[in-house]
């Protein structure tokens, strides 16, 4: 599914401790794009996995910025077809999941 990944890892520290920052980009075969942000510090975490068309059509975005108060998930939520969604805590493993069976139901594979 994937054709390359390119990785930026930064660690910085700061007086209250260690912060990561992990921007990331992968090129899928469909022609489409997933950027991967996930920001983790000892009380914090903020993740958005963009997926997109290489025209730069969104076709989803997972992420948890704190907007959708009214969300029963919130701040967790999806963005699909013009449409916000509950969501919960999602992982790059359930998005590439998540995907792959976008991408297999397309072809009309099981």
Sequence with gaps: MLKSLSLLTRILSNSYGFRR???????????????????????????????????????????NKPHWRDMS???????????????????IVDVLDQIEKKIAATKGLP
């Design 21 to 63: 920052n992990i921007p990331k980009t992968a090129v899928l075969k469909e022609n489409c794009l997933l950027y991967i942000t996930e920001l983790h510090t000892k009380d914090y975490q903020k993740y958005s996995y963009h997926y997109q068309k290489n025209d730069g059509d969104l076709i989803a975005r997972w992420d």
């Design 73 to 91: 998930t919130y701040p967790h939520h999806k963005h699909e077809n013009d449409q916000v969604s509950p969501s919960h805590r999602v992982t």
